[in-house]
């Protein structure tokens, strides 16, 4: 199990499996935002403070919801707009270094060719 913080604890979130992977998407919100992404079904993340707090935002397409503290403003995670999706991502920047260290980082076109660069 992983454990994810924003910087002043208002948001925190449990992932119950490690990835094989992180993702870095240069696509225009992930690369103003900074995250590093930890894709994951959303039944894998329990919030264990902060659920439903998180202020969201919609973007272009409106498919994807991004959530951050609207303490702190720490990006916490991305989650479908629409309930039935069956993804989600935790930005793996809120989990301490040494728990996700050694995971290969995967770098993903998201502002062009919508692939995978790697």
Do not use: K
Request: proline share 5%; net charge neutral; with cysteine.
């Amino acid at each position: 199990m992983l454990e994810a913080s924003c910087h002043c604890g208002a948001v925190r979130l449990e992932i119950a499996a490690r990835p094989l992977w992180l993702t870095e998407c240069n696509c225009s919100l992930c690369r103003r935002r900074g995250a590093l992404w930890l894709h994951c079904h959303p039944a894998e993340v329990t919030f264990t403070a902060g659920a439903g707090s998180t202020a969201e935002y919609l973007q272009g397409d409106r498919t994807l919801a991004m959530h951050h503290c609207p303490t702190c403003g720490c990006t916490t995670h991305w989650s479908p707009a629409d309930p039935a999706g069956q993804r989600m991502a935790v930005n793996a920047r809120l989990i301490d270094p040494q728990a996700i260290a050694g995971l290969r980082i995967r770098r993903f076109d998201g502002a062009d060719s919508f692939d995978f660069l790697d």
